[in-house]
């Protein structure tokens, strides 16, 4: 059996330092994600997809020819995810809007990756994992750094001038704060370990500041609701209470006084202050000062407490006494709540009763300033009701990935526009329908039994006691991610899910402590056995396939933006040429079809034209989309009998679009006066 020997932390911080590189990079590249049908950082997230599908196909190579023997531990969950991935692509044949869900199948393909890069890690080098735990840390605390700064000089990539909440660098309020609570867990870790030196350790008071105030800043109830409760979950399974506590009660300490001077000032926490550009600019130099100055006092506050609890060894009583302490403190706060609701005007149970009804209310909604943090009132439940309005029309399987918005259409009349279920489960079921959900089910299964099998493995009060304690650190990132992600569309935010499926990997690769895991002394040869050229061939071809399939619709895309280029040139030669190819490369696409019917009609090509709208019908029937063009560019012909039936289809698909509508009324009054000539 190999021994998995750790050697200290200076490769580990290396390892660390690189890993969080890679990942902020990955947050400033793809941002939050694609915006389906915006074309919204299309680029960026593509050739992300492409880099992650091809690392997740080297670390299973790395891991044929480099792992020592043994068995395949997290196989079954890189199964299920890789069922999950396929019934995804599957989906395009189905779905009411095809090219949204290939979009959807190329992140899941390089998120499957990822997924297997984390097993693959583990497996290769299991005493690595404080690496992976120092990465996501410094992940966090850069990010939520720039969120803040984004409070100090406007204009940072993803920031939104008029909105009072952080969105830099993500552009997604809730995904800086899902992502500022995933790095708490990681810096507690830290804090509390004595292997490093007392600097280090007391840098993290100043990073817990920063991700408390990210956190409360980003206005992110979900957020924050996650945090506190994964905090819970970490002090009660990792025995590093004490020393953690230390850390953390002066980095909340901190990030109280960040928050509290920015939500108070209006210039900085209310939405618009930018019309007032004199107040909002001297609120934000202030508080640059204030955070430097509250990071500072952080600091000299971190060197104390590390300092001070270094010299002081509490006995074993002692330390039962402060560890009870604790949870009773921790205790008082749920029982503060009880009582503040029992003491308001409505008694207890009658403003439980008026908490309750306000938080599954199809009709409540909720503003973007700071009253947010405290209102339970929410639009997510008509966003959830709408799913299952979906599910009931399409129970077995769904609408198609990510067809929950162009299916909602047809069922929400007047409602505001989303892209997503906002809640992963919603999602899924409206989009994959029970199918879709017994495959989710699966996967949330057989990972469960694989993290079961890992942790379970080390035993407390073992030697194996800083692994186990780094494990259920990584398990905490991941259920933050999970259960905020359960609430809402941040597992389309690569920035938040990558991190997140990198620890469950490991989690699930990682085995039980006493199985014979590692790297060899000396890699396999590719001719060693007779099957490894040939299944590394294989998974060399198969990444390549789905590298070039992630790429097209990137490259009809490119196309079809070169086409209107040249159209506005006046140059019809060039622009029916990048038309046609957009086409080609994304014959799913809608805009392509419907930006190469424009050419042909400016060409005088009126058949052709059409035949790409027909085209577009057949695509998509269940899209009012696709009708729309066809009945608009009917009705511009004076075809007005078959504008009026193609424009009925688009109105019964979506009563809430403006443009639809006018045009369908158009429609029917020219078909009235043809009647009545």
Known sequence: MLRVVHRGPGIDVALGVLLAGLLVLLAFTTGSGVVVGSGRDLGANTWAEIVMTLLGAAALVA??????????????????????????ALSITWSVQADASWTAANQTVAYLAMFAVGIAAARLAPGRWPALIGGLGGLAVVISAVALAGKV???????????????????????????????????????????????????????????????VLSYSRSALVVAILCLGFWFW??????????????????????????????????????????????????FGLVLVLVLVLSLLAGIAAVRGSARWRPSAQQRRRLGIGLVILAALIPVGGVAALAGSSRGLTGEVSHLWTTLTSTKAAVGSNPGRIT????????????????????????????GYATARERYVFNGPA???????????????????????????????????????????????????????????????????????????????????????????????????????????????????????????VIALALGWAIWQPLRSTDADDAAIVAAQHHDGAAALTDARAAVTDD???????????????????????????????????????????????????????????????????????????TAFVAAVDAVNREKFR
């Open 418 to 540: 989303v892209e997503n279920a906002h809640s992963f489960m919603f999602e899924t079921l409206a989009d994959l329908g029970l199918i879709g959900v017994a495959v989710m089910v699966a996967l949330l299964a057989a990972w469960a039994i694989s993290c079961r099998r890992t942790i379970g493995s080390l035993r407390p009060g073992g030697g194996s006691d800083a692994e186990r304690a780094g494990l259920l650190t990584l398990l905490t990132v991941v259920l933050t991610f999970g259960v905020q992600s359960a609430i809402d569309w941040t597992w389309y935010v690569p920035a938040v899910a990558v991190p997140a499926l990198l620890c469950a990997g490991w989690l699930a690769g990682r085995g039980p402590a006493d199985e014979p895991i590692g790297a060899r002394a000396r890699p396999r040869g590719l001719l060693s056995h007779p099957a490894l050229p040939l299944t590394v061939t294989a998974i060399t």
């Open 587 to 661: 014959p799913l696409s809608l805009q392509a079809r419907s930006d190469l019917a424009y050419m042909y009609e400016g060409a005088g090509n009126l058949t052709a034209a059409r035949a790409e709208l027909v085209q577009e019908t057949r695509v998509q029937p269940d899209n009012f989309v696709s009708w729309r063009d066809l009945g608009t560019f009917d009705l511009s012909r004076h075809s007005y009998r078959l504008a009026q039936k193609e424009l009925t289809l688009a109105h019964v698909l979506n009563q809430s679009d403006t443009y639809t509508t």
């Open 63 to 88: 891991v044929l020819l480099c792992s020592a023997r043994g068995r395949a531990w997290g196989a079954s969950a890189l199964l299920a995810l890789t069922a999950l991935t396929v019934l995804t």
């Open 153 to 215: 000089f406007y204009g940072l990539p993803g920031s939104i001038v008029a909105l009072g909440r952080l969105t830099a660098p993500l552009g997604y309020w809730n995904a800086i704060g899902l992502l500022a609570a995933m790095g708490l867990a990681p810096l507690l870790w830290s804090g509390a370990r004595r292997d490093l030196p007392w600097l280090p350790r007391a840098l993290t008071v100043p990073a817990i500041a920063i991700l408390g105030a990210t956190v």
């Open 237 to 286: 399974q990792v025995p590093l209470r004490l020393r953690a506590a230390v850390v953390l009660l002066p980095g909340l300490v901190g990030a109280a006084a960040i928050s509290i001077w920015a939500l108070v000032h209006h210039a900085l926490s209310q939405n618009n202050a930018n019309r007032h550009p004199a107040a909002q600019t001297s609120a934000q130099h202030t």
């Open 375 to 402: 209102s339970v009132a929410s639009s997510r439940p008509a966003y959830w009701r709408s799913a299952l309005t979906i599910a009931g029309h399409h129970p077995l399987a769904g609408v198609g990935a990510l």
